[in-house]
């Protein structure tokens, strides 16, 4: 259910700003509430195929659609946020390592390897609430050598 406008027909934006000039509106509990044309471009919503974004206004978020060179630098930078905020969040799993991450239209993949004891539940939680994304965890097959 979307929130309703105040007295003077003002919508509260997910900054603490209220504005008329919405165009979506975004569900992540982080962060919940409406997005201006402006917000929608600097949070890249589009860009990430955001599953909590629920356009409203589709002729004016069209122009935060970005050129095909622009996407492509955006993807690179996102990538490494991405494993960077993985890497952040597996420190706290001992032995655990990220090994490489997939940025899929359905959320985002982590491969790692970790311990077959190791709870990789709040991993991934933690990492999908930092995101608001959903976030898929693939444990590849770990191997412990002692010499």
């Known amino acids: 259910?979307?929130?309703?406008?105040?007295?003077?027909?003002?919508?509260?934006?997910?900054?603490?700003?209220?504005?008329?000039?919405?165009?979506?509106?975004?569900h992540c509990g982080l962060h919940r509430g409406y997005l201006t044309d402006q917000l929608?471009?600097?949070?890249?919503?589009?860009?990430?195929?955001?599953?909590?974004?629920?356009?409203?206004?589709t002729e004016k978020i069209a122009t935060a659609e970005m050129s095909?060179?622009?996407?492509?630098?955006?993807?690179?930078?996102?990538?490494?946020?991405?494993?960077?905020?993985?890497?952040?969040?597996?420190?706290?799993?001992?032995?655990?390592?990220?090994?490489?991450?997939?940025?899929?239209?359905?959320?985002?993949e982590v491969v790692c390897t970790a311990p077959e004891s190791a709870d990789l539940s709040q991993f991934a939680e933690n990492l999908q609430n930092e995101l608001c994304q959903v976030v898929y965890v693939r444990l590849k097959e770990y191997k412990f050598y002692s010499y």
């Open 68 to 108: 095909f060179h622009a996407r492509r630098n955006w993807e690179a930078l996102h990538y490494e946020a991405v494993f960077s905020q993985a890497q952040k969040h597996i420190k706290y799993i001992p032995e655990a390592q990220v090994l490489s991450v997939y940025i899929r239209e359905t959320g985002v």
């Open 1 to 26: 259910m979307l929130e309703q406008p105040n007295e003077a027909g003002e919508y509260r934006c997910i900054d603490g700003t209220y504005s008329k000039h919405i165009v979506a509106f975004c």
């Open 40 to 57: 929608a471009r600097g949070h890249n919503c589009l860009m990430k195929k955001c599953v909590h974004l629920q356009v409203l206004c």
